[in-house]
């Protein structure tokens, strides 16, 4: 497998962007600075795009979801575009009844827990058909962007499986981390199938021409390193898998996974990918980070909190953030989370001057 020759990352528009230098364990020219969440409802401009309109079908939209991608990018002049989609959108195109709720997160249709719906389930695929709203919007997204490399993303098989085994959001995902033990022979089949799903995203997006990819498993904090490493960790290498043989950098990221930052490590190099990076939540230090992940590039991790907090304040935060992202071998800062949605949009203007003067 191979990237086609008018991709980015190929013909020469994004490999010496400062995120992919960074990526690829670099030190650029100035800190490369993006956020997750940079498109959503801290921007008046997506409240005004996206008015009437569902989240999951805006994201099906490709003029709209490709508009929305570079709204931040122009407001904000960040390193990179992150594409304007959601994890659970594959869901949704292989057939899965799926929305999200306003204020809520994501919400199936009934929550999937028995062997039979587990078979129902993996009975269902995306094909390339279904994928051409994504790979349409990502295409005109990467002819607007032009140097500014796209990120694309999916969400980790665990994550993804965990929204299905509860049927919505949870805080301690008890009934996914029941079935894995349960039924440990239903649970591999589900988690080979979301990681299968998402490998599929991924794919599309980078043929399309993303530059980089980002795993979010958002919820893996809540797993001992054991049952990450044994029961979650197999199905993140068979999604990475899908693009790790097209050669573009890879970032794994998850909350509260300070004792998995060594296994998800792992899960990069053991699926193949050529420029592994982690993201770090806001609860390890980065210089922490740096230390356990010798080699590897890291990004984070600025504490969304601190958005709302006096500019001083911030700017400490951020000096110090990127004084500890120095002991890595390269440094992309970030938040440590999503951007909230009340945010104002010109403190994010504010810290991406400030880390492009570092
Ligand atoms: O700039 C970007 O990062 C845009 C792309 C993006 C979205 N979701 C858009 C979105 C990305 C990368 C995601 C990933 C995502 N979606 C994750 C992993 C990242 C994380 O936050 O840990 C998860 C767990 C989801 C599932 C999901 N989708 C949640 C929990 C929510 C929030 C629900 C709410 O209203 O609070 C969503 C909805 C969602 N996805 C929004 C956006 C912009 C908000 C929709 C709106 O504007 O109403």
Same mark, same amino acid.
């Given at each position: 497998a191979a990237l086609p020759a008018d991709h980015p990352l190929v013909d020469g528009? *994004?490999? *010496? $962007?400062p995120l992919i230098r960074a990526l690829r364990g670099d030190r650029p020219e100035h800190l490369p600075v993006w956020f997750m969440? &940079? $498109? /959503?409802? =801290? %921007?008046p401009e997506y409240r005004e795009a996206r008015q009437g309109i569902g989240m999951l079908d805006s994201c099906l939209r490709p003029e709209l979801a490709s508009e929305i991608t570079l709204q931040p990018v122009r407001r904000h002049g960040v390193d990179a575009g992150i594409f304007f =989609? !959601?994890?659970?959108v594959p869901l949704r195109l292989a057939g899965v009844g799926v929305d999200i709720a306003p204020g809520v997160g994501p919400v199936m249709d &009934?929550?999937?827990?028995t062997t039979e719906d587990i078979e129902r389930l993996v009975s269902l695929s995306v094909d390339d058909d279904a994928l051409a709203p994504i790979r349409r919007a990502v295409a005109l997204t990467v002819a607007e962007l032009g140097h500014t490399p796209l990120i694309g993303f999916g969400g980790a098989p665990f994550t993804l499986a965990a929204y299905l085994v509860e049927g919505r959001p949870s805080r301690d995902h008890l009934a996914a981390r029941t079935m894995m033990h349960a039924a440990p022979e239903t649970w591999d089949r589900l988690v080979s199938w979301t990681g299968d799903l998402t490998g599929a995203f991924l794919r599309a997006q980078v043929e399309a021409g993303a530059s980089a990819v980002q795993l979010f498993d =958002?919820?893996? /904090? =809540? %797993?001992?390193r054991a049952d990450y490493t044994e029961r979650v960790a197999p199905s993140s290498v068979r999604a990475l898998a899908h693009v790790a043989g097209l050669g573009v950098p890879a970032i794994h990221f998850g909350t509260g996974t300070g004792h998995l930052l060594g296994a998800m490590r792992d899960v990069l190099v053991s699926a193949g990918v050529t420029d592994p990076a982690v993201g770090v939540d806001y609860r390890t230090p980065l210089d922490e980070a740096a230390t356990a992940l010798p080699g590897v590039p890291l990004q984070g991790n600025v504490d969304?909190? %601190? %958005?709302?907090?006096p500019w001083p304040v911030l700017e400490a935060h951020v000096r110090d953030v990127a004084a500890r992202g120095a002991t890595a071998p390269a440094h992309v800062l970030n938040l440590g989370h999503g951007v909230p949605p !009340? *945010? !104002?949009p010109a403190v994010l203007t504010r810290v991406v001057e400030l880390a492009h003067t570092l």
């Open positions: 528009r *994004t490999a *010496t $962007a969440r &940079q $498109a /959503g409802r =801290s %921007l =989609s !959601d994890i659970v &009934q929550p999937y827990r =958002s919820w893996a /904090g =809540s %797993l001992s969304p909190a %601190l %958005l709302a907090a !009340d *945010t !104002d």
